[in-house]
T-cell receptor, first 114, second 110 residues
Framework: NAGVMQNPRHLVRRRGQEARLRCSPMKGHSHVYWYRQLPEEGLKFMVYLQKENIIDESGMPKERFSAEFPKEGPSILRIQQVVRGDSAAYFC????????????FGAGTRLSVL | KQEVTQIPAALSVPEGENLVLNCSFTDSAIYNLQWFRQDPGKGLTSLLLIQSSQREQTSGRLNASLDKSSGRSTLYIAASQPGDSATYLCAVSSARQLTFGSGTQLTVLP
């Protein structure tokens, strides 16, 4: 009974490159959430997705960031033209249908921008 | 907009002490409140979840309370051990997201 799977665990990019972070939810879960944790800070909500649908993206930066959760395959958080300030831990969570109040977290992807 | 505050930001205690971590939130319209543990460079481990209709939850040496009307929660750790050293995060749930505090970094000295 695998939990929320995120990969890669660590990602290094140079400024201007693209970063793609993947998240596979727990089996039977149809909702995915992305959170960002900057150094020395708590987690901040970014986006909430269901299959093929963005439900709430109120925490997403206006530029360079996008997220998707296709009908098949993992959810992807994409950061274009990364900058040093994007260095952070990105956590994905999933929840079962109808229970967005209970979220299970993955181990996170730590992005370092050189 | 929901805001979650955790006090203190850091705490250092000798092994064996009982301790209390505090969490406050500004909007009492929550579904539940959850306490997590985070070890350096690691993910989140859920410790306790209190539904909005509940007053407290217990698991082993941990006890969490919730006073929704005053917007407060406490996490009580009994007989602390060096293995309890970690950052403890409080999070409140709305319909669509969790709002986290900045955490309390706990160090238990042997």
């Amino acid at each position: 009974n695998a939990g929320v799977m995120q990969n890669p665990r660590h990602l290094v990019r140079r400024r201007g490159q693209e970063a793609r972070l993947r998240c596979s939810p727990m089996k039977g879960h149809s909702h995915v959430y992305w959170y960002r944790q900057l150094p020395e800070e708590g987690l901040k909500f970014m986006v909430y997705l269901q299959k093929e649908n963005i439900i709430d993206e109120s925490g997403m930066p206006k530029e360079r960031f996008s997220a998707e959760f296709p009908k098949e395959g993992p959810s992807i958080l994409r950061i274009q033209q990364v900058v040093r300030g994007d260095s952070a831990a990105y956590f994905c969570a999933s929840s079962p249908p109808g229970r967005s109040d209970i979220q299970y977290f993955g181990a996170g992807t730590r992005l370092s921008v050189l | 907009k929901q805001e979650v505050t955790q006090i203190p930001a850091a705490l250092s205690v000798p092994e064996g002490e009982n301790l209390v971590l505090n969490c406050s939130f500004t909007d009492s319209a929550i579904y539940n409140l959850q306490w997590f543990r985070q070890d350096p460079g690691k993910g989140l481990t859920s410790l306790l979840l209190i539904q909005s209709s509940q007053r407290e939850q217990t698991s082993g040496r941990l006890n969490a309370s919730l006073d929704k009307s005053s917007g407060r929660s406490t996490l009580y750790i009994a007989a602390s051990q060096p293995g309890d050293s970690a950052t403890y995060l409080c999070a409140v749930s709305s319909a669509r997201q969790l709002t986290f505090g900045s955490g309390t970094q706990l160090t238990v000295l042997p």
